[in-house]
């Protein structure tokens, strides 16, 4: 979507749109959902579970109700599907890690106008801890554990044999091209906090045996070993395009002879550098967040490619509805023989054109 700003009325409508999500926010804050359960609740009953007052959370309830997050009959309330299972603590499919990595967030963009005045992140100068790692690499757990399956599935991996997860955290992309390609075995590459919970999340997964662990500084270490496959999500934007072009680099010297870097992220598109939305508001958080991260064109990541070294860029596209990011991955090859090829005349795999290409 992209929020277009003529009118006054488009103004205060795109300042007052924090009402909902604080309302969100609100009714997380007080573990609402996982109270709620599987049960009916009055407002009367519930308010007494919950410690608050009768009318704050009726009105609280209306409005969640409103964005049907629960479902009102008559005096009482339920849970929605989405609240009765993500949203809450009680049910395996809870996402609260990632919930808490989120909601955070509204405290932290209150201070975004000292990162204006600065240029640096809030609380620069604190360490990476390893608990802080910890959280963060679960809540990219449940970031993606529904979007990694349906960009493996549309991924055609079949000849390649090793992949590198580089800045994988939780392992999460690298277990689901695991799970679809049988014949494929990946590394992912972390600092140790991160790797932790990749071994916890790989060790409940039958592919997780062809996983094995890299420790790490991406940043400043040579990769060691060769793979066909350089998969790299959600850390472009972390680092500024001079940091990328040394990883680039680094990544072409692992890659095998017409090996693949799969980069994913949340690339502008537009002539400008402006859009989509979601990219560009992407980078205040990479303002209030990193030393150097921000968003970045296709046009100058395709640059920072070839001047690397890379051949073959191209975009591949995700289906609708299905993408980490809207048209959100670059693929760049080393030069020589791919993979695939020398798998084809060996007769090892059929000729296909990728279906994710186009
Ligand atoms: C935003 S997360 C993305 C995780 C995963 N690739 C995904 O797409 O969900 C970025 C990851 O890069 C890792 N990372 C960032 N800088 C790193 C560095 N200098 N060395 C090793 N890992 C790094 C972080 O620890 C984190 O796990």
């Not at 700003?5 to 488009?10: G, H, K, N, S």
Request: charged fraction near 25%; hydrophobic fraction near 40%.
């Amino acid at each position: 979507m992209n929020r277009r700003i003529v009118t006054f009325d488009d103004f205060r409508d795109a300042i007052t749109a924090y009402r909902l999500p604080r309302v969100l926010i609100a009714a997380l804050e007080l573990n609402l959902f996982t109270a709620i359960g599987t049960a009916a609740w009055t407002i009367p009953a519930l308010a007494r579970d919950v410690k608050v007052s009768e009318r704050g959370l009726a009105i609280l309830c209306r409005n969640l109700a409103m964005a049907d997050l629960l479902k009102k009959k008559g005096q009482t309330y339920r849970n929605s599907r989405l609240s009765a299972t993500a949203l809450n603590a009680h049910h395996p499919a809870y996402r609260g890690d990632y919930l808490r990595l989120i909601t955070s967030h509204w405290a932290d963009w209150g201070r975004l106008l000292e990162s204006v005045k600065s240029g640096l992140p809030l609380d620069h100068d604190e360490p990476d801890e390893p608990d802080y790692r910890r959280r963060f690499t679960w809540a990219m757990h449940h970031r993606t554990l529904e979007t990694a399956p349906k960009i493996a599935a549309q991924i055609d991996l079949r000849g390649a044999r090793t992949l590198l997860d580089l800045g994988g955290g939780p392992g999460t992309y690298a277990m689901a091209f695991l799970a679809k390609n049988p014949a494929l075995r990946a590394t992912v590459c972390d600092r140790p906090a991160a790797l932790d919970v990749a071994k916890e999340i790989a060790s409940t997964h039958k592919a997780g045996a062809r996983l094995s662990y890299l420790p790490l500084d991406l940043l400043t270490e040579a990769i060691p070993g060769t793979y066909d496959v350089i998969w790299y999500s959600n850390v472009l934007h972390i680092y500024s395009p001079q940091d990328n072009q040394a990883v680039f680099r680094r990544a072409l010297a692992s890659l095998s002879p017409g090996g693949r870097l799969l980069i994913q992220d949340a690339f502008l598109h537009d002539r400008e550098g402006l859009l989509p939305e979601e990219a560009s508001l992407f980078a205040v958080s990479m303002l209030l967040f990193t030393e150097r991260g921000n968003t970045y064109t296709e046009t100058e990541t395709r640059a920072w490619l070839t001047d690397a070294g890379f051949e073959r860029i191209r975009i591949l596209r995700m289906k609708k509805g299905t993408e980490d990011w809207e048209d959100g991955i670059l693929e760049a090859r080393s030069p020589g023989t791919n993979v695939e090829t020398r798998a084809r005349r060996t007769g090892s795999i059929k000729s296909s054109r990728s279906r994710s290409s186009r």
